[in-house]
């Protein structure tokens, strides 16, 4: 019998959600993503030291201040990391900016061009890159002026339908939804311990953007992740992609039950969603209506600030 993981394969373009380069060896996705909790620990790996000692004296050589060569150096351990995954990888690797950046347009921009520079300096084209950047206004706006430099974008920490859309109409190429953490949100809100997969409201959150994306020919690509369970990463089988932990990667390579597929455009075209026109006045109002979005999303640039500061940290104790 054929395992879950192969079956998904054919429905689903699958995604490792780790920096871990031993685990995208093993499981074989197109793609890989990364963001800040995931290069701190992999900084941590001993394994990985030779990238974390390489990143600082490159950053030193650089010059400037000590804000600038942190920089440098967090940004060049993220790139030095990214370009072992894409020796392994066939497709893409997304790289964070960071999330201090998130509402700030002009910061964002620079970053990230910055980023695709590294990346060129290692002989890697952009197209192989995608620059990751929270779902804010601001870094809705940044990801439209970079994609029409061809710098292609995946926004993270989306959550609200109302930032889908503002994406779609920005024509960023690709949308991460966090689906595991709009189920932790609702669960502790509710109170209620779990919810039937079909039920999830993660899962009900991606599916109807999926089809807000199809039924109104939307090319920007949906990406459900940051997954608590397999049976959410089921549910969601025919999604554009999926990024996957090793974790989870581990038990679909191992069941064997059928998969039947969920999403496609053609269910998606006999949706009943309605187009709606974004501005940034709905963005901010609708934004500002859904709860768990808007606390979802602050929490997220939150957490990956405190990461970035906890490498920043590492990085200080390990030159010494």
């Not at 060569?69 to 351990?77: G, P, S, Y």
């Not at 497709?91 to 980023?115: C, H, M, N, P, Y």
């Not at 509710?190 to 807000?212: H, K, L, W």
Request: proline residues 3%; neutral net charge; contains cysteine.
């Amino acid at each position: 019998m054929e395992n879950k993981l192969s079956q998904l394969k054919k429905m689903t373009l699958v995604v490792a959600d780790t920096g871990d380069i031993d685990a995208m060896k093993q499981y074989q996705p197109e793609d890989a993503t990364t963001n800040p909790s995931l290069i701190y620990r992999a900084a941590q790996m001993e394994k990985y030291e030779y990238l974390v000692r390489d990143a600082i004296r490159w950053a030193q050589d650089q010059g400037g201040n000590k804000e600038q060569i942190m920089a440098n150096t967090v940004d060049q351990l993220a790139v030095s990391l990214g370009s072992e995954i894409l020796k392994i990888i066939p497709g893409r690797i997304s790289t964070e900016v960071d999330s201090r950046l998130s509402f700030d347009i002009d910061g964002t921009i620079q970053r990230a061009r910055k980023l695709i520079s590294l990346y060129h300096d290692r002989k890697i084209p952009a197209h192989r890159v995608l620059i990751k950047i929270a779902a804010t206004w601001e870094g809705i706006k940044a990801a439209e002026i970079l994609e029409k430099e061809n710098i292609q974008c995946n926004l993270t920490l989306l959550f609200g339908f109302g930032q889908a859309v503002a994406c779609a109409e920005a024509c960023v190429f690709l949308i991460s939804p966090f689906v595991g953490r709009i189920l932790d949100w609702y669960k502790k809100t509710t109170g209620r311990s779990d919810f039937a997969a079909e039920e999830d409201p993660g899962v009900q959150s991606v599916t109807n953007i999926y089809n807000y994306y199809k039924k109104f020919d939307h090319q920007t690509i949906v990406m459900g992740a940051s997954f608590r369970n397999h049976g959410q990463i089921e549910q969601l089988a025919g999604c554009d992609r999926l990024t996957i932990s090793p974790q989870l990667l581990k038990i679909l390579n191992t069941e064997t039950e059928t998969i039947p597929r969920k999403l496609s455009p053609a269910i998606a075209k006999k949706s009943d969603l309605k187009r709606i026109e974004m501005d940034e006045k709905r963005f901010r109002w609708m934004l500002n209506d859904d709860a768990m979005s808007t606390e979802k999303l602050a929490e997220g640039i939150r957490i990956f600030t405190e990461d970035i500061r906890k490498l920043e940290t590492f990085i200080l104790d390990f030159n010494k």
